[in-house]
């Protein structure tokens, strides 16, 4: 059974930055294209970033392109999320999610993920 748990989110000012972490446990890391979502109070759950098992390639949402970083150490079973000069906007839940290996890779929609964490919170004050 695999599970997926969140921390690094927290109370940040606008412009500052915050790094979100996601452990897998239960399976092999390796096998699994690794994601993160996030959801504000009223919307639907919307992508932010996605990462191949190999971690050579990545895709982001044009709300984060140019400010986030996604990673992950396999040796770790880790996967990151770095989200710098922040904004109101990104507030939200953020979600870590897998799915196992396939023919698509850097999948955006959440359908397309098996596995899910509890979520983390990220509030940015303006």
């Known amino acids: 059974q695999v599970q997926l748990v969140e921390s690094g989110g927290g109370l940040v000012q606008a412009g500052g930055s915050l790094r979100l972490s996601c452990v897998l446990s239960?399976?092999?890391?390796?096998?699994?294209?690794m994601a993160w979502f996030r959801q504000a109070p009223g919307k639907e759950r919307e992508f932010v970033s996605a990462?191949?098992?190999?971690?050579?390639?990545?895709n982001y949402a044009d709300s984060v392109k140019g400010r986030s970083t996604i990673s992950r150490d396999n040796a770790k079973n880790t996967v990151y999320l770095q989200v710098n000069s922040l904004k109101p906007e990104d507030t939200a839940v953020y979600y870590c999610?897998?799915?196992?290996?396939?023919?698509?890779?850097?999948?955006?929609?959440?359908?397309?993920?098996?596995?899910w964490g509890q979520g983390t919170q990220v509030t940015v004050s303006s």
């Open positions: 999610a897998a799915r196992p290996l396939g023919i698509v890779e850097l999948a955006t929609t959440p359908t397309s993920y098996n596995y």
């Open positions: 239960g399976r092999t890391f390796s096998s699994y294209d």
């Open positions: 990462i191949n098992w190999r971690g050579r390639s990545t």
